[in-house]
C-alpha cells in the first residue's frame, strides 16, 4: 500500500468528440443506432420514396398512376457470416430466411426470391454446392421459389468466401395489416422464443471464445407461423423479427414508429441457460444479441391469448411469452422492469456490441 | 429469464433483495455518500435499477474503476499509432476500440486498413503472435488488478514459447492508490467506500485497513449481484450509522483477506509499481504497474519508438469531477445531448461500465427527457 504524498487533482478533462461520419466502420452494420443514422444521414437524401415507411419491407401499388398499396411486397437483404456454416444454419439458410422473414412481417405471403452471389475466388465449389442446397431446403420449407439470380467473383481477399443478396416478393392478405407504426396503448407484446441463440451459436462457431457450447441458431422461415398466428390473431398491429440488435433495438424501432412507450417485464423474457451463461461470461446482453427465428408481436389484448396459444401450436414458437405492454407514455421509448422489481431504460444498441473487459 | 442463470439467480432473487432493503430502510437515520469504486458495481447498479430502490438517505457516488474510463489519452495516442503500422497486429479488448484519442479512435485505424483485432483473453493475442512470425503482436493491457495476472501470464507465455514478437502497451491501474487520492482530495464527499469485489478476489484486502483508519471510512469488499450489492451497502451503513470504520467482507464466497497468491506471484513476477496517470484525475504515485527490467523486452512502448508522443485533454467535459464521485452525469450540461454513447465526449459515456454510459442507457427516463 503507498503511502505517498496526494497528487494534485488536474480537474475537468475530456477527449474532443468523434463522430464516425467520414468514415464507414463496423458499427454502421450494427443494426442498432449507427446504421440508423447512416440510413437517415446518408440514404435516404438520395434513394427515397414515399413507399418507404421504414418497415424492412415496402407494400408497392400496382400501377405508377396509383397512390394504394395493392398487395405487392417486396423486401431485399445482404448476408455476410463468419464462419459461413454453423451450429443450426448456414450463409444459404440464412439469406432465404432473412428476407422470407421480412416479407412475412407485412403479413404477405412470400412468394419469389432472387439471389445475387457474390463469391471469393478460392472457394470450394463442394462448399458453395452445400450452400445451394441448403438453400433449396428453406426455399421449399418456406415454399418460395428462388427465380432468378446472378453471379460475380471477386479476386482472392477481397471477399469472405461467398455474400449472398436475396431479393423476395409477396403477395398481402388485403384483411392483415402489421406495420411498425400500428402499436397503440393497451396493445400485448409477445416473444415468440427464447433469444440471443444465433448470434452466440455464431460468435461459438467462431471457435475463439475458449470453450464449446451446444447453442443452435435459431434460423428459419417464420411464414407458415405467421400464416397461423394473423388466422387466429387477424387484429394482429406490429410483426417484427427482432434480428441485428436484438429485441431492444426493434422494439425501440416500434416505439418510435408508433410513438408510444413499450414497457417489458425482464423475468418474462426467454433466453436459454447456456446462452445466458455466455453472455454473462463475456459482458454481453441477451436483449441487444441477433435472432434469425423469432418473433415479436404486438396485439390488442383482446387477442393476446389466442396469438400466444397460436405461436405456441407451432414447432418455431413453443416457448412464446407475453413480454410486456405498450403504454402511451414516455412516447418512444422501451422501458424494462427488471427482475427486482425496478424499472430501467432499454435503449437502441449505439454501435458494434463488443465484449466487456473483466 | 426464464431458463434463469443457476449460478447467479440467488443473488438475483426479488424476495431476497426485498428482504435486504427492509433492513436497509430500518438501519439508516442518516444521509450518507457510499463510493462504489468499480465500474463493473456503477453498471451492475443501474442495469438492475438498485439505485431507485434505495433509502433516499443514501447517495451512491461513482468511482474511478472503469478501465477504459482512466486509461490516459496519452497511452490511447501510443495505441493508435502502433496498430496502424503495417507490421502489427493489435490486440484489444472489445471496449476499447471505441475510446477516442486526440483526433480518431481503433475503430478508425481498422477502417483505414489497420490490424485490430478484439480478443477476449491475452493469451489469444499470444497464440496469434505464434501463427504470424512475420507480424507483431501487440496487447493493450489495461485494466486494474484483474485483469493483471492473465497479462502476466501471456507474458511469462510469449517467453516460455520463445516468441520475439509479442508485446503489450501497459496502463495497469492499482485500487489502493486512488482511494487516497480521492479520499485525500479536500473536495472529496465519500463517506463509506464498496471495495470492488473482483480485485478483491485476486489482492485480497489486507491493504485497506490502513485507509480506513487514516480517513476514518468504512471499507465494504462486495460483489456484483443485486444481493451481493444491497449486502454491501447494507455492512457499510450500519457501520457509518455506529461511527466505525472496519474493512469488512460482503463478498466471502470469492473473497479471502490474502486473495490468489498464485495470481499476485505472476504480477510481482513480471510487474513492478509506477506513477501512473488516470484520465479525469491526473497523476497518483505509486498508483500503476509497468512491465519490470527483466520483462523490458515485451514492453510496446519500447519496442516501438511512441516515446515523442504526448497529448494533453480539452477541456470540455466533467468527466474527471464524475470519476472521482464529485459530481453525478446528470449535472453535466452535455450528457444525453451533445454526449451520448456514439458520440461520447468524455471516456465515462464510452465504455458500458463508465458512469455516464450505465445512466445513459439505464436511468430514469423522466429525468433524462428534462
Redesign the interface.
Known amino acids: 500500500?503507498?503511502?505517498?504524498?496526494?497528487?494534485?487533482?488536474?480537474?475537468?478533462?475530456?477527449?474532443?468528440?468523434?463522430?464516425?461520419d467520414q468514415?464507414?466502420?463496423?458499427?454502421h452494420g450494427s443494426g442498432g443506432?449507427?446504421t440508423h443514422?447512416l440510413i437517415q444521414n446518408t440514404f435516404l437524401p438520395h434513394l427515397s420514396s414515399p413507399w418507404n415507411t421504414g418497415n424492412d419491407f415496402a407494400a408497392l401499388p400496382l400501377s405508377q398512376e396509383s397512390n394504394v398499396p395493392a398487395g405487392l411486397v417486396v423486401s431485399t437483404d445482404s448476408h455476410i457470416v463468419s464462419p459461413l456454416f454453423f451450429p443450426g444454419g448456414d450463409i444459404g439458410r440464412l439469406a432465404v430466411c432473412g428476407t422470407v422473414n421480412d416479407i412475412s412481417m407485412s403479413g404477405a405471403t412470400p412468394l419469389y426470391l432472387t439471389a445475387g452471389f457474390i463469391l471469393e475466388e478460392g472457394l470450394p465449389i463442394s462448399m458453395l454446392e452445400k450452400i445451394l442446397a441448403s438453400m433449396k431446403i428453406a426455399a421449399d420449407e418456406a415454399g418460395v421459389q428462388v427465380v432468378a439470380g446472378d453471379t460475380k467473383v471477386v479476386e482472392k481477399g477481397k471477399g469472405d468466401g461467398i455474400f449472398i443478396t436475396t431479393t423476395g416478393v409477396g403477395l398481402k392478405d388485403p384483411r392483415y395489416h402489421p406495420a411498425g407504426q400500428s402499436a397503440v396503448p393497451g396493445d400485448v407484446v409477445l416473444i415468440s422464443g427464447?433469444l440471443g441463440d444465433h448470434a452466440m451459436a455464431v460468435l461459438s462457431a467462431r471457435g475463439?471464445?475458449?470453450f464449446e457450447t451446444n447453442i443452435q441458431s435459431d434460423v428459419a422461415p417464420l411464414n407458415s407461423m405467421i400464416h397461423e398466428l394473423l388466422s387466429a390473431a387477424p387484429h394482429t398491429h406490429v410483426l417484427r423479427d427482432p434480428t441485428r440488435g436484438g429485441l431492444a433495438t426493434s422494439l425501440n424501432e416500434i416505439a418510435a414508429q408508433s410513438k408510444v412507450n413499450i414497457t417489458i417485464f425482464?423475468?418474462?423474457?426467454?433466453?436459454?441457460?447456456p446462452v445466458?451463461?455466455v453472455c454473462?461470461m463475456?459482458?454481453f446482453d441477451?436483449l441487444y444479441a441477433a435472432n434469425e427465428g423469432k418473433l415479436i408481436v404486438i396485439v390488442p389484448p383482446d387477442e393476446a391469448d389466442a396469438a400466444l396459444a397460436s405461436l405456441r401450436s407451432h414447432p418455431y414458437g413453443r416457448?412464446a411469452?407475453m413480454i410486456g405492454e405498450v403504454l402511451p407514455n414516455?412516447k418512444n421509448?422501451v422501458?424494462l422492469k427488471?427482475?427486482?422489481?425496478?424499472?430501467?431504460?432499454l435503449?437502441m444498441l449505439?454501435?458494434?456490441m463488443?465484449?466487456?473487459?473483466? | 429469464?426464464?431458463?434463469?442463470?443457476?449460478?447467479?439467480d440467488g443473488y438475483?432473487d426479488?424476495t431476497l433483495?426485498?428482504t435486504l432493503l427492509a433492513q436497509l430502510h430500518v438501519s439508516v437515520t442518516h444521509p450518507w455518500v457510499i463510493m462504489e469504486i468499480c465500474g463493473?458495481q456503477t453498471h451492475a447498479i443501474?442495469?438492475?435499477?438498485?439505485d431507485?430502490?434505495l433509502p433516499p438517505q443514501i447517495e451512491l457516488v461513482h468511482g474511478p474503476g472503469c478501465?477504459?474510463c482512466v486509461t490516459p489519452?496519452e497511452l490511447i495516442d501510443k495505441a493508435l499509432d502502433i496498430a496502424s503500422r503495417p507490421e502489427v497486429i493489435f490486440c484489444s479488448?472489445?471496449?476499447?476500440?471505441?475510446?477516442?484519442?486526440?483526433?480518431?479512435?481503433l475503430?478508425?485505424v481498422?477502417?483505414?486498413g489497420g490490424q485490430v483485432r478484439?480478443?477476449?483473453?491475452p493469451?489469444?493475442a499470444v497464440r496469434l503472435a505464434q501463427q504470424n512470425p512475420d507480424k507483431q503482436i501487440v496487447f493493450f493491457a489495461?485494466?486494474?488488478e484483474?485483469?493483471a495476472p492473465a497479462n502476466a501470464a501471456s507474458v511469462l507465455q510469449a517467453e516460455a514459447l520463445g516468441l520475439t514478437n509479442y508485446s503489450i502497451l501497459v496502463s495497469h491501474v492499482r485500487v489502493?492508490?486512488a482511494m487516497?487520492?480521492i479520499l485525500?482530495?479536500p473536495?472529496s464527499r465519500v463517506q463509506g467506500f464498496l471495495a470492488a469485489g473482483?480485485v478483491c478476489a485476486v489482492m485480497g484486502y489486507w491493504?485497506y485497513p490502513?485507509?480506513a483508519e487514516k480517513y476514518h471510512v468504512p471499507i465494504v469488499v462486495t460483489g456484483f449481484e443485486?444481493v451481493d450489492l444491497l449486502r454491501g451497502i447494507l455492512m457499510t451503513v450500519k457501520q457509518l450509522e455506529a461511527g466505525t470504520s472496519e474493512v469488512e467482507n460482503a463478498y466471502p464466497r470469492l473473497v479471502t483477506r490474502e486473495g490468489n497468491p498464485a495470481a499476485q506471484a505472476l504480477i510481482q513476477r513480471v510487474f513492478e509499481?509506477c506513477d501512473r496517470s488516470w484520465?479525469?484525475?491526473?497523476?497518483?504515485?505509486?498508483?500503476g504497474w509497468k512491465l519490470n527490467h527483466a520483462y523490458a523486452q515485451y514492453d510496446a512502448e519500447n519496442k516501438f519508438d511512441v516515446a515523442s508522443i504526448q497529448t494533453r485533454?480539452?477541456?470540455?467535459?466533467?468527466?474527471?469531477?464524475i470519476l472521482?464521485g464529485l459530481k453525478k452525469p446528470l449535472d453535466c450540461q452535455a450528457f444525453g445531448r451533445?454526449?451520448?454513447?456514439?458520440?461520447?465526449?468524455?471516456?465515462p459515456m464510452v465504455?458500458?461500465?463508465g458512469a455516464c454510459s450505465a445512466y445513459?442507457?439505464?436511468?430514469?427516463?423522466?429525468e433524462?427527457?428534462q
Open positions: 500500500m503507498t503511502t505517498s504524498p496526494l497528487p494534485p487533482l488536474e480537474g475537468p478533462v475530456c477527449p474532443l468528440p468523434l463522430r464516425h468514415t464507414v466502420v463496423m458499427g443506432r449507427m443514422e427464447a475463439d471464445l475458449g425482464e423475468k418474462d423474457i426467454p433466453v436459454h441457460t445466458q451463461a454473462e463475456l459482458g441477451p416457448e411469452r414516455p421509448r422501458l427488471t427482475r427486482i422489481g425496478s424499472s430501467r431504460i435503449d449505439a454501435g458494434e463488443l465484449p466487456r473487459i473483466c | 429469464m426464464s431458463d434463469g442463470f443457476p449460478l447467479a438475483r426479488p433483495v426485498a463493473g443501474m442495469q438492475s435499477g438498485l431507485q430502490l478501465p477504459v489519452l479488448f472489445g471496449d476499447m476500440l471505441r475510446v477516442p484519442g486526440s483526433s480518431r479512435d475503430f478508425s481498422r477502417a483505414s478484439v480478443v477476449y483473453s493469451l489469444d489495461i485494466g486494474f484483474t485483469t489502493p492508490p487516497h487520492a485525500g482530495s473536495q473482483h491493504e490502513p485507509i443485486p509499481p484520465r479525469g484525475i491526473g497523476n497518483i504515485p505509486g498508483s485533454e480539452s477541456e470540455i467535459c466533467i468527466a474527471g469531477d472521482q451533445q454526449c451520448t454513447p456514439q458520440n461520447p465526449l468524455g471516456a465504455s458500458s461500465e445513459f442507457r439505464f436511468h430514469n427516463p423522466m433524462i427527457s
